[in-house]
């Protein structure tokens, strides 16, 4: 051993001796964790269909789809094709909604191509696309 130095029972290297007392000092970490809403399935089975209006002379288009499966979804967003692939939102319905009638359609035997956003707090997931063509004659 060399001078000065001390071993065995009581000794500082021999564990918790020369009367020392141990502290264990606890400290709580706190872990937030932040959960993302998944995103909702898409609405299916999107179909639309040319036709007259009842009441008005002019052409609608009718679309209809099935609900997305998700329970997550606050509503639809209905949009519409405005150039080849651009689509526009055109309005936005009710999560239980699964219908809609396009009556600002414009033109007597034209082609509408819509799609169907369901919207939820973890994103909005898009339907199919389908296509209507107008009436030639509303009377």
Sequence with gaps: SA????????????GNGGGQKATTTTTAA??????????????SALSATGGCQVLVI???????????????VTSYTILRESGVGAFRSLT?????????????VGGLGTTY???VQANAPGGTATSSSASATTPTLCV
């Design 113 to 115: 191509t819509y799609e």
């Design 3 to 14: 001078p000065g130095s001390k071993s065995g029972p009581g000794s500082a290297s021999g």
């Design 30 to 43: 706190t872990t937030t964790t932040t959960t993302t809403a998944p995103k909702p399935a898409p609405p």
């Design 58 to 72: 002019g052409p609608e288009v009718t679309l209809s789809w099935s609900a997305s499966p998700s329970s997550s």
């Design 92 to 104: 936005q319905v009710a999560a239980g909604t699964t219908t809609y009638a396009d009556t600002s």
